[in-house]
């Protein structure tokens, strides 16, 4: 093959890299190639070598590492696998291979719509020629694949398994899935030796397992749900790879939602689990620059159970017909078409995250993003101590953020925005239409006993507008009055003043308190604080009539 052609050459992998670090964090192989060829292309121009990864096999060829290569077929698919040397398989592990194919293929596209993976004419690891009309999986040692070193700059040291193609621009790819569930460590690991034709051939030994973090096992004991969630996922890469190069055209949405669909595919198995813990800390941070793509997954479960299963195949489509489209603006055409709104969706969906965990006891089990959503970490939600501590969120395109307590003042906020009561173990949700029902909600749920919290969701989509501002066109006023306990609030108040002036009944100016927004409240210890029981006095800016208001206590 010649380096020209090697380099229109597109790998993707499923590689969640266990490392042996104590924190176990994953590396998708996609970003690894990635990162590989953009140096590799950097050095090149500079007239520089890169610096390579070591591979996991030594001495030999890839190819002396296997000799008899068998075959299964079945109506859509072709099999390569040996049952002897470090690529070995068992026969059951093969038919299972079948069975969970073509579970996906037809689930893919009788279910979803899409487009059936198309195969290579010549199979990419064991080099065997393809049935007409068959889809090539091969089940081999993936940190022993054929040219590691130019797909992974090495091996891979611990891919699930790998969707390639040496010459995609047709959409043919090659599967490649884990023969045993067990990977190569990157360091220290221990060698191994066979003899072809006389010469030692030196590999490293597959000592670590893949395990599931969700249900803390070992896909080496339960390798059914390995074949299951790696077919799942890679094949879901095959489907993808018949809409557009992504050699060229590079999304998110490509990892995010191959690791979605698993969840709708194999809702047993939960591997998507392993990246909500880090995704779950973050605020304000655009979903589609996230540490990792695959915890993205979770909009592709809102959109295929709240919005429509066949969302992704309008996804895919556009993106074949248009490829320097993003997905948000993919997505907002399909809004449109389908007289919904992009940004609304987004904000439901933030909604609904927003009761990630715990929370999700006082949101109908229908309005979950997905049925295991209790089992997700709780996302992060900004605290504040004061409900009368003001806070004027502004928001990156594509972010959510969440707010417990505090008042918002929203005069300026561009996105959508909702609040949310917790009350007697349940949830009442508002959209938050202008600045004056933003006020209104803060006032009324904060003098009402029976709320326990009240949860602020901010989003924004993609140049969001700003919420209206409405004038509250009622006289000012102070409220409660009499006033006895709870917050003293202060309404209607002008957005030309920046104070409101506080007076004894002989006019002794008691305090001049700073607003930005039509309503404004002082908590009871600083109203007793400043004043005792008697009649007070007090209007917007410093000039201009009084207006009387009690204080009782």
């Not at 010649?2 to 996609?30: D, N, Q």
């Not at 002396?64 to 049952?83: C, N, P, R, S």
């Not at 557009?244 to 669909?261: C, T």
């Not at 009402?448 to 006023?477: G, H, K, L, Q």
Request: hydrophobic residues 35%.
């Amino acid at each position: 093959m010649s380096f020209k052609k090697r380099m229109s050459l597109l790998a993707v992998v499923l590689a969640a890299l266990f490392l042996t670090e104590p924190i176990s964090a994953r590396t998708c192989g996609t970003n690894i190639i990635g990162r590989h060829q953009q140096d590799l292309r950097t050095k090149q121009a500079n007239h520089q070598k890169p610096a390579a990864r070591r591979k996991a096999y030594s001495g030999c060829e890839a190819s002396a590492y296997y000799d008899t290569v068998l075959t299964q077929k079945t109506e859509h698919f072709q099999i390569f696998y040996t049952l002897n040397g470090p690529h070995q398989t068992t026969p059951a592990y093969v038919d299972t291979v079948a069975k969970i194919a073509e579970y996906a293929y037809q689930f893919y596209t009788a279910q979803m719509g899409m487009l059936p993976p198309l195969g290579d004419e010549v199979s990419f690891h064991y080099q065997q020629n393809v049935g007409k009309g068959l889809y090539p999986i091969e089940i081999i040692d993936v940190d022993l694949m054929r040219a590691t070193d130019f797909y992974l700059n090495g091996s891979c040291f611990g891919c699930y398994g790998v969707t390639i193609s040496e010459d995609y621009s047709d959409g043919t790819t090659t599967l490649v899935v884990e023969n045993d569930f067990r990977y190569v460590p990157e360091y220290k690991s221990e060698k191994d030796t066979i003899k072809v034709d006389g010469k030692d051939c030196i590999y490293d030994i597959a000592s670590l397992e893949f395990a599931n973090e969700a249900h803390k096992y070992s896909y080496v004991d339960q390798w059914q749900n390995g074949i299951r969630v790696t077919l799942v996922h890679e094949l879901y890469h095959a489907v993808q790879l018949r809409y557009i190069d992504f050699n060229e055209y590079w999304d998110f949405w490509f990892e995010a939602s191959a690791s979605g669909v698993e969840e709708v595919a194999a809702p047993d198995i939960d591997d998507y689990f392993a990246y909500l813990p880090t995704m779950s800390k973050l605020e304000n941070t655009p979903l589609d620059e996230m540490i990792e793509d695959y915890g993205a997954g979770i909009l592709f479960l809102y959109l295929y159970n709240h919005v429509s299963p066949t969302t992704d195949k309008f996804i895919w489509e556009g993106k074949s017909k248009t490829p320097d489209y993003s997905f948000w603006r993919i997505l907002n055409n399909y809004a449109q078409k389908n007289k919904l709104s992009a940004d609304s969706l987004f904000q439901d969906f933030s909604v609904k995250l927003s009761f990630a965990g715990k929370r999700t006891n006082l949101l109908d089990t229908a309005q979950w993003i997905s049925s295991d959503e209790n089992r997700w970490p709780e996302f992060k939600h900004i605290h504040h101590d004061n409900a009368l501590d003001e806070f004027s969120p502004s928001m990156k395109e594509h972010a959510y953020q969440f707010h417990n307590g505090g008042k918002p003042v929203v005069t300026d906020y561009h996105g959508k925005a909702t609040a949310i009561a917790y009350m007697s173990g349940e949830s009442q949700i508002k959209s938050i239409k202008t600045t004056k029902m933003a006020d209104s909600l803060y006032t009324v749920w904060n003098n009402n006993p029976s709320i326990d919290s009240i949860i602020w969701v901010f989003s924004r989509y993609n140049d969001s507008t700003a919420i209206p501002v409405e004038i509250d066109e009622r006289p000012t006023r102070a409220y409660p009055s009499p006033w006895r306990e709870g917050n003293l609030c202060f309404a209607s108040l002008p957005q030309s003043k920046k104070f409101i002036e506080i007076r004894t009944r002989r006019g002794d100016l008691i305090v001049r308190e700073p607003y930005n927004s039509q309503t404004h409240c002082i908590d009871e210890n600083r109203v007793k604080k400043l004043m005792v029981p008697g009649v007070y006095r007090f209007r917007a800016g410093s000039s201009g009539k009084t207006k009387d208001f009690i204080v009782i206590y």
